[in-house]
């Protein structure tokens, strides 16, 4: 059965990845430092605006980021009419006029009226420090922020659309057209020069003896001024320019020499968009093909990532894996109810499954990106969910007792949880500082430390279980032994990743920047769980503590290692600041709180029956 | 014999370890949290750098302190009988590893000096200004062949301190000095004491910045015992005009800056690049190529993020920069550090430790 499985989604796999043509959702754009599909751009957008992927339409069905990108294209007011924006702090709402709504949801029209009858709000709010700003000024300022970015994309191609009827056969004769097909400002400024001599033609012309074609070409002519209005929209960059540089389609219409290579970039872009507006998707995709490839021989373009990126982004991989891991815990809770040996096998097979995704998903992401596994927080979180699974299952494979299902299922489905509201924050595929941007130091010691994290939630979790079992069968020593043991062993591991994942980061920061050590609230993170395990095993080899205060001390791990992970990040102190919402410090909050009182009631209720 | 064996158990106990790590792990808890507040470096000299941390009145070890506890209580840990056994081994060789790197960690910690050297595009320097220590520098320029130094470092610099050196004809005695300060005009000119830029400057002391090294320390000092020169001056780190003064018919420049270090060789920038990520302003790399001048031969040099130039025990990294109109100037920061080969060392000795003991708790477990 698994071959099979594995065969359906390899195909699937291989087919989109290498198969010839291009659709309109790859079309290479620019943006925060990096080639990305138009699809990657348009799902950043939306969830940067709408907090989803996808729009959800009032009659159930669901609105694809990228045709939302294309809608705003071409019917920009229509669109300022969708409600997009979420705004969930009723506080933020209130302040800018905008009346109660249960989905938080408003659009452009009422937002930028909401600024405009509070124009002293924003500028007092500009003028602040940083540092003063409460979280509602910093709501209100990524609102007027969100406003300006989409006004910046639905009017970024504005000029590439076919909104201009040019009928008069002189004129048409004239500029060497044969078909009726309206046409765009980018049209006439591509032909600018034969344009020009309609327009001193008209100029040279007295009023009164103006003929049809005329008063069509003063029409155009008043028709481009007011179109120019839009020039300031110039963050959709699809034009490559040479030298790592990309323009928007409004930056080639400033009067500058174009290069034929761009002229017809922008001419295929016209067409593109010509069938777009006409409900032409296959001949809007031939167009595409026809751009990536030229891109593709002028630049050298990556376009086999552009597909990859587009395929990653479309399947979703993280949420099968994530099923997998919830059918693997349900049937492993059955098999333990009604005893049974191949639900077990079921659960031990799903899991694999899952973690088999679980490892595509990462390996995408490493070719898309071109770097190792983890470089950034929320790519930290996927590994380490990883690393748990890989360890709880190897545990699984040796003892088949479905301890280790418990951990990697639990830990899995958690970390998977805690990854997506990660990547609902916005781009998960970012470009890295210069310090970070070493694929050596990248591979060895954030890999190293994260596989330590990951190493010590198991052994943490493996102290949950110790506990949990002493209670309910004190009696079963065999059993009690054997996990304590684990545990025991885990520590050990988790000592030795985080151990040199720490002496790694230290040698990393001294061949970079000159020092091995600093106290910089990261490392001291690091260094906190490297501690927290020698204390343990110290207590544990002086006697001072028996196996059920270890497997309490060791279960705590779990709170350093969230932390050290996530809590550091909070003093946004030193180098390693990633950046974070105020969301984090509550659930690292109630994830302490959580995990304390679970703990320590055990260790009360273990202490208590004897 | 027996009580020395004795001694060492009891002060080579694993008990007295778990204590210092828990001990440990608070410092580092507090330590990390204050950073928010007080900044990285105030951090580090309270909670790790120094011996004790004083609440109040009360002194707490700190972070040197505990550290140097851990270590002696390793140390014991090699006069335990059997520690060679083949059981052993692999812990103690862990062990040895933690302490060489305990003992990098001191060397480092009392040796090593950094700073940073700062150069323009097209300029040369051959001394690197520490972050965060200060020195007060007279320098008598009425040789037209040389000029002569006289530096006090910053220890000296302590409020009612008298400085004095024999080829200097007057003694400077200091009023105040402030770890950070800003430099604020009078409204009235200042009586005829108040001599340079006292006359229409006060230095007034503000808070440390979170930062320490952006800080701008001042002085405010009285010359006495001079010819005619007897008055109140100010200095500050990065005034813009020089201090000078003029007696027993030598003329003198007086600074204060940041603790320069002076290296046998000189550094001259020829060009610094920086590329950043397309369309971003994230930077994607920098790098400086710079003439290294020793003994009059240039030797070219390109020091780049993550690729250091290392030369004659020092080394150097590219650090930050400096972009002001068209003129750039790197900023490379600059370690002289005596234990930097014992993380290394004692890296690869652990490494060798845990996986001997690995293997043989795996060979163990097999043969029984």
């Known amino acids: 059965m698994t071959n099979k499985t594995f065969g359906i989604i390899g195909f699937i796999i291989f087919s989109s990845i290498f198969c010839e043509d291009f659709t309109y959702k790859e079309l290479p754009v620019l943006q925060s430092g990096r080639i990305k599909p138009l699809d990657t751009y348009s799902k950043n957008s939306l969830l940067q605006f709408y907090g989803k992927k996808s729009i959800k339409l009032d009659d159930g069905n669901s609105l694809s980021s990228i045709d939302w990108l294309f809608e705003s294209f071409i019917n920009p007011n229509e669109e300022f009419e969708r409600e997009i924006f979420n705004i969930r702090n009723p506080e933020v709402a209130f302040s800018l006029g905008l009346g109660k709504n249960d989905d938080h949801r408003y659009n452009f029209t009422q937002i930028i009226d909401g600024f405009r009858d509070n124009k002293d709000l924003l500028e007092v709010l500009k003028k602040k420090e940083e540092n003063n700003q409460t979280l509602v000024d910093k709501q209100i300022i990524e609102i007027y922020n969100n406003i300006l970015s989409f006004d910046q994309i639905s009017h970024g191609v504005y000029c590439l659309l076919p909104l201009i009827n040019l009928s008069n056969e002189v004129n048409r004769e004239f500029m060497g057209l044969d078909s009726s097909e309206s046409l765009s400002y980018s049209y006439f400024m591509r032909n600018i020069d034969r344009f020009r001599f309609l327009l001193q033609n008209l100029l040279d012309t007295d009023e009164n003896d103006w003929n049809e074609s005329h008063l069509e070409i003063s029409k155009i002519a008043f028709q481009l001024e007011s179109m120019t209005q839009f020039h300031y929209a110039q963050s959709i960059k699809i034009i490559p320019g040479g030298d790592n540089e990309w323009f928007s389609p409004w930056e080639m219409m400033d009067g500058r020499e174009l290069t034929q290579f761009q002229y017809e970039i922008l001419e295929l872009y016209e067409k593109l968009f010509y069938y777009y507006v006409n409900d032409d998707i296959l001949s809007v995709n031939k167009y595409a093909d026809l751009i990536i490839t030229k891109i593709d021989n002028n630049y050298n373009l990556e376009t086999s990532l552009l597909s990859l990126e587009t395929f990653y982004n479309k399947i979703n991989i993280f949420l099968f894996s994530m099923i997998f891991y919830i059918v693997g815990f349900f049937s492993m809770c059955i098999g333990w109810m009604i005893f049974n040996k191949y639900l077990h096998i079921f659960s031990f097979l799903s899991m694999i499954l899952g973690f088999f995704i679980h490892g595509i998903g990462i390996i995408f992401r490493m070719i898309i990106m071109q770097r190792p596994p983890v470089s950034t927080l929320y790519e930290s979180i996927v590994f380490v969910g990883f690393i748990l699974v890989m360890f709880a299952l190897i545990f699984e494979y040796f003892r088949k007792d479905s301890l280790g299902i418990l951990i990697a299922s639990v830990g899995g489905i958690f970390l998977h949880f805690v990854g997506f509201k990660y990547a609902a924050d916005g781009d998960t595929l970012g470009v890295l500082m210069a310090v970070l941007n070493s694929n050596f130091w990248l591979a060895t010691h954030v890999t190293t430390i994260t596989t330590g994290y990951g190493v010590s939630l198991v052994a943490g979790l493996m102290g949950h279980i110790y506990l949990v079992v002493n209670l309910i069968k004190p009696k079963n020593k065999v059993l009690l032994n054997k996990i304590f043991n684990n545990a025991y062993g885990l520590t050990l591991m988790g000592l030795f990743f985080t151990m040199f994942g720490t002496i790694l980061g230290g040698i990393w920061a001294d061949q970079s920047w000159g020092r091995f050590w600093g106290w910089d609230p990261k490392e001291n993170g690091a260094l906190l769980i490297v501690l927290w395990h020698l204390m343990m095993l110290h207590l544990r080899v002086s006697g001072i503590v028996g196996k059920v205060g270890y497997a309490y001390g060791i279960s705590l791990v779990n709170i350093i290692v969230a932390l050290a992970w996530f809590g550091v990040n909070l003093l946004n102190v030193g180098l390693h600041s990633y950046g974070f919402t105020d969301n984090v410090a509550m659930n690292l909050f109630l994830f302490i709180l959580v995990e304390l009182l679970f703990t320590s009631s055990l260790l009360y209720l273990i202490k208590r029956k004897r | ?368």
């Open chain 2, 1 to 368: 014999m027996y009580s020395f064996k004795k001694y060492i158990t009891i002060v080579g106990s694993p008990k007295i370890f778990a204590y210092t790590v828990i001990w440990m792990i608070v410092l580092v808890f507090i330590g990390t949290i204050v950073q928010k507040d007080i900044g990285l470096y105030s951090a580090q000299m309270q909670y790790f750098s120094s011996w004790f941390k004083w609440v109040w009145f009360l002194p707490f070890p700190s972070g040197k302190l505990t550290m140097l506890i851990m270590f002696i209580n390793l140390s014991c840990y090699f006069f335990r009988p059997g520690i060679l056994f083949k059981n052993k081994l692999g812990i103690s060789i862990t062990h040895f590893g933690v302490i060489l790197m305990l003992l990098g960690g001191g060397l480092t910690s009392f040796f090593s000096n950094d700073g940073s050297i700062v150069i323009d595009e097209g300029e040369k320097s051959n001394f690197y200004e520490n972050y965060y220590n200060k020195e007060f520098a007279i320098v008598d320029t009425s040789n037209p062949d040389f000029d002569r130094f006289v530096i006090f470092d910053d220890p000296l610099l302590r409020i009612n301190n008298v400085l004095s050196e024999e080829t200097i004809p007057f003694d400077i005695e200091i009023l105040d000095y402030f770890i950070n300060c800003k430099p604020i005009a009078r409204i009235y000119e200042g009586g005829n004491e108040f001599k340079g830029m006292a006359k229409n400057f006060i230095l007034q002391e503000i808070l440390s910045e979170k930062e320490y090294e952006k800080n701008i320390s001042g002085i405010i000092y009285k010359i006495i015992n001079s010819e005619s020169s007897d008055g109140i001056y100010i200095n500050y780190i990065g005034q813009p005009i020089t201090q000078t003064l003029t007696d027993s018919n030598k003329d003198y420049m007086l600074f204060l800056r940041r603790q320069r270090t002076y290296l046998p060789f000189e550094l001259e920038l020829v060009n610094f690049e920086k590329v950043m990520h397309p369309g971003t302003n994230i930077a994607k790399s920098y790098s400086s190529l710079v003439n290294l001048i020793e003994d009059s031969v240039p030797r070219k040099i390109l020091i780049s993020m993550n690729e250091p130039l290392r030369h004659r025990g020092y080394t150097f990294y590219q650090a930050s920069f400096i972009e002001e109109g068209f003129k750039q100037t790197t900023v490379l920061a600059t370690v002289k550090n005596q234990g930097r080969l014992f993380p290394y060392i004692s890296t690869i000795i652990m490494c060798i430790g845990i996986l001997y003991h690995m293997l043989f708790m795996i060979f163990r477990r097999k043969s029984l």
